[in-house]
């Protein structure tokens, strides 16, 4: 820094600190921060598409109507009357969709370089957060065109938020205490979907879910500040440089490719509509929106532990990682080096092999249920597919943490089971689930309804 006059370092420095949006960051950026690989910009990427949602989010809601009565007709003005509107309109779904993949790719680019580490467990946790509000703002906003595939989307979403009565059923205490139905009838305030569910999910998407992911956001970004800005390997002694101009090119330049990708998606792809929503005719098979369809998967074979014990242990389990790896000195590597990929290795073929086989066999040869009659449910939620699978990955965990004697070996093996767990299953429910949940190869064998 000794080659920069003091009055241009004072400029610099006065530029980011007067300025509201550079405010943001720290006068000085260290120059691997700016390395494409070091976060292929994946976290300012998501905070782009979150401002793109909220300036086409607000157009829409100039047109939008959330009657039951009037929502479908508003959007299919929004699609065919109004000028722009269906450009407007798949720019609005498309960057939703692209928030929800980009935040999965976030959270792996910042596990996978140990960015959890050194004092950053506070930005994790929230990270998780806010990855469960993005998912949310994005569920809620699938109900609004109240078509057919928004309203069995819904419906199945809320039966899974409802799961809890497939235990409190077995115990026969459901008339006595019904955790499920009081958080049903919280998110859709009814027994079935209808303006009363219009209305909240209305609410939550304009207000509640938009404000809760800024704060959020805000407070991500004053911790990545206060944390010193972005992990780095321990010993690192590349150079700071000034955040302005540098740092602002960089980010413009991912504005740039986020814009010019999500513009052309949106005029090539069209945000699908279907026929008005009919509650007397469901959608066979209905399809909850397919970041969910890995948990449909697992409720298919036990709804409270599909819907609720499995997706509540793996939040756990993402929320405990920093408390229980401190292990600082694999911060900022990714992959934690040559150990530590052949750890990612070996967890790849054994979560492949055990999530493909497992499926395979209960495909093929049934499960409990098919082959004792009258066997009680209790067994059937406690052991089924979804749970041996996932006790079969913390087994794993276990003996990699025996093997190598690190924590951070043992997380990274278990956090890759998860992923390939929830890949492959939501690929199974994407493509390969057909009428009253069957497998098929493909559509084409799909049964004539
Ligand atoms: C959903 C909206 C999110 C937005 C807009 C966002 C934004 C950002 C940005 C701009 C950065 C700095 C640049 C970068 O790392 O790419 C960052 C860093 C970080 N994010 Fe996020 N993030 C989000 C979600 C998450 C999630 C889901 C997690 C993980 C659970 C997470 C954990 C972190 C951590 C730990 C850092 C510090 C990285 C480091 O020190 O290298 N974030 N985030």
Known sequence: MTDIPSDSRRFRIQKVSRNFFLHIHAPRVNLRSLKFTTTFGLGVALAFLF?????????????????????????????????????????HRWAAHGMVILAFLHLIRTFFTGAYLKGRTLNWIIGVAMLLVTLFLSFSGYLLPWD???????TIGSNIAASARELTDALGMTHLFDPGGFVKKLLIGDEVVGQEALTRFYM??????????LVLMGVHFWRIRKDGGLVRPEGDN??????????????????????????????????????????LLPENP?????????IQELVSFSAFAGGIIIPLLFVAFLVSIPFRDREDTHCGVWFSGAAGKRV???????????????????LNFGWLGDWFAGIPQLLIIFVNPGTVLAAAFVVWSFYIRRRTGSAHHAAMALFTCALVG????????????GPDWEFFWLRSHWPVQ
């Open 51 to 91: 401002l793109i949602l909220i300036l086409t989010g607000v157009l829409l809601m100039l047109y939008y109507t959330p009657s039951v009565g009037q929502a479908y007709t508003s959007v299919k003005d929004i699609v065919y009357v109004v000028k722009g509107g269906r450009y407007l309109r798949n720019l």
């Open 148 to 154: 057919q595939l928004a309203f069995w989307a819904v």
């Open 204 to 213: 939550l998407h304009i207000i509640f879910l938009p404000l809760t992911l």
């Open 238 to 279: 590349t150079q700071d440089i000034h955040t302005w101009p540098t740092a602002l090119w960089a980010e413009l330049a991912v504005l740039a490719v986020t814009c010019a990708v999500l513009m052309a998606a949106a005029f090539f792809f069209d945000a699908p509509l279907k026929e008005l929503a009919n509650p």
């Open 286 to 294: 209905a399809k909850s929106p397919w970041y969910f369809l890995g």
């Open 344 to 362: 990612i290795l070996e967890s790849l073929i054994f979560s492949g092999a055990m999530t493909i086989g497992i499926l395979f066999f209960q």
């Open 422 to 433: 929830l890949i492959i299953f939501t690929f199974v429910g994407v493509w390969f689930r």
